[in-house]
């Protein structure tokens, strides 16, 4: 703790929610900086609805490359009603994971103490895996197009692409994970259709996992939502591809009790800046309500600062989390945040 470190934080607070859940975890890693001897710089940037609305700009070439000095991005939410579908999920979101090459979008799915699941009778240890999705190919490119728009011979086409560079290191990201846990690596594909792109992720899969050691499961993604359900603790590190991953890890945060705790990382392992956000979206309907609940922020802090290599800072500010989450729905998002924040502060309870 003698040698100071500092960091450079920017932050895109976004729209619905998302300023006022990233107020609350700002506070935490603000607590967190404190007590372990770091400094934290946020630099603020007003990128989502009313920066478009205004000045048509998703996301300033001019920013982007600020954005690339920073140490980390910390993002709210992104997305208004009165901004046309994919306007800001395109042009913002999914252009900073490319841009940037945050090419493994990694979520944990784990159900905490004092938390309700949906699924009756199960514990917090029977769910508690991680997602690695593929954050940067996919359907998500964008590769396609619509011919004849309007007319009787309308035509779209929405072409996945998978490479197999881009597929490797996904999986050797997500085998790498594997052999810190349990040793044990699903992939997630839907190999019995998509023969092309599932044989690839097949084969790729087998020999990144043989090379790491670790055991390669498999399951279709029709069937992996089903086990989410049946049976979450057959799972330990999922890793898929970006539009199954997609779709499997809002299942994943509702059996672990909603969106309201799923934190997520876009990662580039190897250089800066990685982007964290909370895997729910802006709820234009219960913003400026102080119902948000800030602990999914909050823990995307906490990747954030294990990403910076502050390990016991990323500890506290989950342990603060976690230990604020039973009775949390009676608490508003300031309320929380700031129950965190001491927690966080203190090392204690926040009672
Ligand atoms: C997510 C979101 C995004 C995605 C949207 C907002 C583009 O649903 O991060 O899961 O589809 O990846
Ligand atoms: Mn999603």
Redo the contacts with the bound molecule.
């Keep these: 703790m003698s040698s100071p470190r500092g960091y450079t934080i920017a932050v895109l607070a976004g729209d619905g929610i998302g300023p006022e859940v990233v107020a609350e975890a700002r506070k935490a890693a603000e607590a967190a900086a404190a007590r372990f001897g770091f400094g934290l710089s946020w630099v603020d940037y007003d990128l989502g609805a009313d920066r478009w609305l205004r000045t048509g700009e998703a996301l300033p070439d001019a920013v982007l490359e600020e954005l690339r000095d920073a140490d980390a991005i910390l993002l709210g939410a992104v ?1 208004r009603p009165d901004v046309p579908s994919g306007v800001l ?1 395109r042009g913002l ?2 252009r900073l994971r490319f841009e940037l090459d945050l090419y493994v979008n990694f979520r944990p799915v784990k159900l905490y103490p004092g938390v309700a699941s949906p699924l009756a009778d199960v514990k917090p240890d029977d769910i508690d895996l991680l997602v690695v999705r593929e954050n940067t190919e996919g359907v998500y490119v964008g590769a396609g197009g619509t011919v004849h728009r309007g007319g009787p011979a309308e035509a779209a086409t929405e072409t996945s692409i998978e490479t197999r560079a881009g597929v490797d290191r996904v999986l050797r990201f997500a085998a790498a994970k594997a052999r810190e846990r349990a040793g044990r690596l699903t992939l997630v594909h839907k190999t019995n259709v998509l023969v092309h792109a599932g044989d690839l992720w097949q084969r790729a899969a087998g020999e990144v996992a043989a090379e790491a050691g670790v055991v390669l499961d498999y399951a279709h993604a029709d069937a992996a939502c089903l086990y989410l359900v049946t049976d979450p603790g057959r799972f330990d590190v999922i890793v898929t591809d970006n539009l199954f991953g ?1 779709i499997l ?1 809002d299942l994943g945060a509702a059996i672990a009790g909603g969106l309201g705790t799923a934190a997520s990382a876009n990662l580039n392992p190897t250089s800066s800046p990685s982007l964290f956000e909370p ?1 729910h ?1 802006s709820a234009p309907d219960i913003a400026g309500t102080g119902r948000a609940n800030p602990v999914a922020a909050v823990l995307s802090v906490s990747l954030l600062l294990d990403h910076l290599g502050e390990r016991e800072a990323a500890a506290a500010v989950e342990a603060g989390a976690v230990a604020a989450l039973p009775g949390a729905a009676g608490y508003s998002t300031q309320a929380l945040g700031d129950r965190i924040a001491t927690a966080v502060a203190g090392g204690g309870s926040p009672d």
């Design positions: 997305g999920e979101l999914l997609d890890t895997v979206g």
